[in-house]
């Protein structure tokens, strides 16, 4: 089973400052991983597949990168609605389908 | 409109069962991988089970023997019958459509809002 370990845990910023959070995978996943955002009381949405491609309606400040291990998810500018606990998860070897543990951002 | 809609949670004693079921509407549940994806209070998301467009079937470790992922092409429902259930259950369940951007690519791309199962004595 591959284990994704994301970092921070939580990430305390200010609007307009830029985010990155990191996702990293206990061996090699090519680019097999997408990006999920969850607002208090909502269900999560997709955000980024294949590592980097961004999701219908996804905006283009949120940005996806990296391959194999380690993988970074960006936010450019935050905007107060950007507040979530982000997850990512592998698509490589599956099932079992895991995520992470998330990140939680504070703005 | 394309969405899915669980429904089924509630409570249930500690060895008790309960049937869930997700009802799709502007696509068909037989051309497409629909998971199961639950959420313990306070917790991250945790993958179920999942069940392929040929009707094979798969499961987390945590469930497998105990949950049972089914389809009905013609109610276009999936369903997750769970028996034996213990406190651990206890989370709202999501059903989850998984789509093939391109071959071999999938990500979850469309998520109900969810219902809670709880077991509690």
């Known amino acids: 089973e591959i284990v994704l370990t994301q970092s921070p845990v939580t990430l305390s910023l200010s609007p307009g400052e830029r985010a990155t959070l990191s996702c990293r995978a206990s061996q090699s996943i090519d680019t097999y991983l997408a990006w999920y955002q969850q607002k208090p009381g909502q269900a999560p949405r997709l955000l980024i597949y294949?590592?980097?491609t961004r999701a219908t309606g996804i905006p283009t400040r949120f940005s996806g990168s990296g391959s194999g291990t380690d993988f970074t998810l960006t936010i450019s500018s935050l905007e107060t609605d950007d507040s979530a606990v982000y997850y990512c998860?592998?698509?490589?070897?599956?099932?079992?389908?895991?995520f992470g543990g998330g990140t939680k951002v504070e703005i | 409109d394309v969405q899915l809609e669980e429904s089924g949670g509630g409570l249930v004693q500690p060895g008790g069962s309960l049937r869930l079921s997700c009802a799709a509407s502007g696509f068909s549940v037989n051309n497409e991988y629909m998971n199961w994806v639950r959420q313990a209070p306070g917790k991250g998301l945790e993958w179920v089970s999942l069940i392929y467009r040929g009707g094979s079937t798969s499961y987390a470790d945590s469930v497998k023997g105990r949950f049972t992922i089914s389809r009905d092409n013609y109610k276009n429902t999936v369903y997750l019958q769970m028996n034996s259930l213990r406190a651990e259950d206890t989370a709202v369940y999501y059903c989850?459509?998984?789509?093939?951007?391109?071959?071999?690519?999938?990500?979850?791309?469309?998520w109900g809002q969810g219902t809670v199962v709880t077991v509690s004595s």
């Open positions: 989850v459509r998984d789509r093939e951007f391109d071959e071999y690519i999938f990500a979850f791309d469309l």
């Open positions: 998860q592998q698509r490589s070897n599956w099932p079992p389908l895991t």
């Open positions: 294949l590592a980097s």
